[in-house]
């Protein structure tokens, strides 16, 4: 088994680190919108944000659905069928394309109306929005390739590019928000000019010919859409639930605080993009190894590395929530540039609560993509489904009703705890049903 944590080991961290860059496109303009636009800047950027889930949780559902069934045809010699694969996938990102384009030329403005009327605040979501959709090209692209060049065998170049990609969107937002003074659009710039530079540091893996995976002249075939598709929903949407869950909490905390709780949710729920980003390395880092060995039939192997990246998952929770219950006034301050009181105090209770969720989220991620990565996606689809909108949604308008603020916060863990169990009930159920094959 040494074999085996040793990949383990050797994917997981490579895609936590890439994950985290990743994850930091978002954060970086989290920070820098809060120092250099305010409250304002805060509240347009987190009206706006939730699309960018959207466009991400599109390009991981095609790329982990592609990568997965590639990776098992890969293991079992299929090489023209794994190829057909790569085609789909491509095929399938122009056409959401397209779709992202259109909705950013056409429908940004009555997209930010149903949230907040006309007004500075408005103009700032309308520009994040608008410039973020008309980016989608290269933010799906981009992710498709990193999912194939990771199971091509080359985490390691998958990780310096989302690294890479992510360190430049730093760099840029400083330069165009403040030396360049470019307000909300340096932001959103940025981080749209981030995947393009993140595909440039993956050209040489094509450059060089190392890929094994090539475009292959076929007509499209629905169920390899399919499969594809099948594969990836439960990555789109662990990622969408996420722009769900701003939505409907920033729809309730308008109602109930204004533009600063917000303002204050927006902290939250940004460092809450990091924390997921660090469960989905651990499940994306697995994945590829589970598809492998579940194409040569090795069942033992996918069990032991499931059981390290459990172990994982939980030494990092803990860690995780030691920080921010320790140091929640500290980390809402590095983003509350107006020294707004409410905002801080807001903030600082909404953490502590917010965060208790992080050993099951952790878990509904991981377990999700054990479940894809086996050829089982029923119970993927369920957990993903059920955490990112049919629990979460009711959960939290009944939570915000029975206690306000502190109901906000504590829908989040509570419905990653109840889902949990439904995950744990199919697992057992999958292990039942092994035994007797």
């Known amino acids: 088994m040494k074999?085996?944590?040793?990949?383990?080991?050797?994917?997981?961290?490579?895609?936590?680190?890439?994950?985290?860059?990743l994850s930091c496109y978002i954060l970086a303009d989290t920070f820098f919108v809060s120092k250099g636009l305010g409250t304002d800047g805060l509240t347009a950027l987190n009206l706006a944000i939730p699309i960018y889930s959207f466009i991400h949780g599109s390009g991981l559902m095609i790329g982990m659905g592609g990568g997965t069934k590639y990776s098992i045809l890969k293991s079992q010699e299929h090489h023209l069928d794994a190829n057909k694969t790569f085609t789909h996938a491509l095929f399938l990102t122009g056409c959401l394309t397209v779709v992202f384009v259109v909705i950013?030329?056409?429908?940004?403005d009555?997209?930010?109306?149903?949230?907040?009327?006309?007004?500075?605040?408005?103009?700032?979501?309308?520009?994040?929005?608008?410039?973020?959709?008309?980016?989608?090209?290269?933010?799906?692209?981009?992710?498709?390739?990193?999912c194939f060049v990771r199971n091509d065998g080359a985490p390691q170049l998958s990780m310096v590019a989302m690294i890479g990609g992510s360190l430049s969107n730093i760099i840029l937002d400083y330069i165009f928000i403040f030396s360049c003074q470019m307000g909300i659009f340096g932001a959103v710039f940025a981080t749209g000019l981030a995947p393009i530079i993140s595909m440039i540091i993956l050209s040489p893996h094509f450059i060089r010919k190392k890929n094994q995976f090539h475009i292959q002249k076929c007509y499209p075939q629905f169920k390899r859409i399919f499969d594809i598709l099948s594969s990836g929903i439960p990555s789109l949407v662990t990622e969408v639930s996420s722009g769900v869950v701003m939505i409907i909490f920033n729809t309730i905390i308008l109602k109930l605080t204004g533009n600063v709780g917000v303002a204050a949710y927006g902290v939250i729920a940004n460092i809450s993009l990091v924390v997921i980003a660090i469960y989905t390395g651990i499940a994306q880092g697995i994945q590829p190894l589970m598809s492998r060995y579940y194409g040569l039939n090795q069942m033992k192997s996918i069990?032991?590395?499931?059981?390290?990246?459990?172990?994982?998952?939980?030494?990092?929770?803990?860690?995780?929530?030691?920080?921010?219950?320790?140091?929640?006034?500290?980390?809402?301050h590095i983003f509350n540039s107006e020294n707004n009181q409410t905002l801080q105090i807001i903030a600082s209770q909404g953490i502590k609560l917010y965060f208790l969720a992080c050993p099951f989220a952790g878990f509904n991620i991981i377990i999700s993509v054990y479940f894809t990565s086996v050829e089982y996606p029923f119970p993927a689809h369920m957990i993903s489904i059920l955490r990112g909108f049919i629990v979460i949604i009711p959960i939290a308008f009944l939570l915000s009703w029975i206690g306000a603020m502190t109901g906000v916060w504590c829908s989040f863990p509570v419905t990653e705890s109840l889902v949990s169990i439904i995950g744990v009930v199919y697992f057992m159920k999958f292990q039942r049903k092994e035994k007797t094959v």
Do not use: R, W
Not at 104 to 108: D, Q, R
Not at 303 to 327: E, P, R
């Open 3 to 21: 074999k085996v944590m040793n990949e383990f080991l050797k994917y997981t961290s490579l895609n936590i680190l890439g994950m985290l860059g």
């Open 104 to 108: 950013g030329v056409f429908c940004s």
């Open 110 to 146: 009555l997209i930010i109306s149903l949230f907040i009327n006309q007004g500075h605040v408005f103009d700032m979501s309308k520009m994040y929005l608008q410039v973020i959709l008309l980016f989608a090209p290269a933010f799906l692209l981009n992710n498709v390739l990193l």
């Open 303 to 332: 069990h032991q590395i499931l059981k390290y990246a459990f172990i994982m998952m939980l030494i990092i929770s803990i860690l995780i929530y030691g920080l921010v219950f320790l140091q929640a006034t500290n980390i809402t």
